[in-house]
């Protein structure tokens, strides 16, 4: 079978670094192989085809492989799967300095999951909130500060808004131009009195600001 010396395109890189200047890939004794597909069925890369007719696993994708994996050769039966040593890994982590570049990501990825814990919990405070209600709101709303003039209105009450959504087609027209901008949130009650005393004066409010509610609607 060929072997492809070119990751596939998602692969190319690993963290800025040409991908076929890392030699870490799996190599397969075909002597030792026994032919059981675990490695060919487990990589989630391609890193290997299986040759029904020698019935044997080949590695035909090598730099699709992750670099420092060895996954395969921990999982194979007849240990007939090795790797270059470590140290390939290590090295090229030092001269890349690695560990210095993956810092901002690693900052950003820290945000994103702060965020998606942020998110689930406040998604389970709706789902275990009395009563809630869903806005759909158009006009100048950063202009007027409507989120500003919302958090200010819930801050002292057992209120909160969540899973709020702002849409602008242009930050640019917004400021210049007036274009509307769309927002969507969740009214949500924390407390047992629930949200109907507060509607109207959260409608007034929406409304004082010159934007449109189109829509409002309880939630099951």
């Known amino acids: 079978m060929e072997v492809i010396k ?7 890189y690993w963290h800025g670094i040409p991908r076929e200047e890392i030699p870490w890939y799996p190599t397969i004794d075909p002597e030792k192989c026994i032919g059981c597909k675990l490695c060919y069925v487990s990589c989630g ?9 020698a019935h044997k696993a080949v590695v035909t994708k090598p730099y699709n492989c992750m670099v420092g994996c060895s996954t ?17 890994v290590h090295r090229i982590e030092k ?3 690695i560990i210095g570049k993956i810092q901002k990501k690693a900052k950003a990825k820290m945000a994103k999951d702060e965020y998606e814990r942020a998110r689930v919990a406040a998604m389970e405070e709706v789902e275990n909130s009395t009563f809630s209600v869903k806005y759909s709101v158009a006009g100048h709303i950063l202009e007027r500060e409507l989120v500003k003039k919302l958090l200010q209105f819930i801050k002292d009450k057992e209120l909160d808004i969540v ?6 087609p242009s930050l640019k ?4 131009e007036k274009a509307p901008s769309y927002l969507e949130f969740v009214v949500a009650a924390t407390g047992e009195e629930g949200i109907e005393q507060f509607m109207n004066e959260l409608d007034r409010i929406i409304e004082s600001s ?3 509610i189109i829509d409002r609607k309880k939630l099951d």
């Open 45 to 53: 890369r391609n890193v290997f085809s299986f040759d029904a007719k």
């Open 210 to 212: 010159g934007c449109v």
């Open 95 to 97: 001269e890349h300095r």
């Open 163 to 168: 899973d709020l959504k702002l849409n602008t």
């Open 173 to 176: 027209g917004c400021w210049n």
């Open 6 to 12: 070119k990751p596939d395109p998602q692969f190319a």
């Open 72 to 88: 395969c050769a921990t999982i194979c039966p007849a240990q007939a799967i090795s790797f270059p040593d470590r140290e390939i």
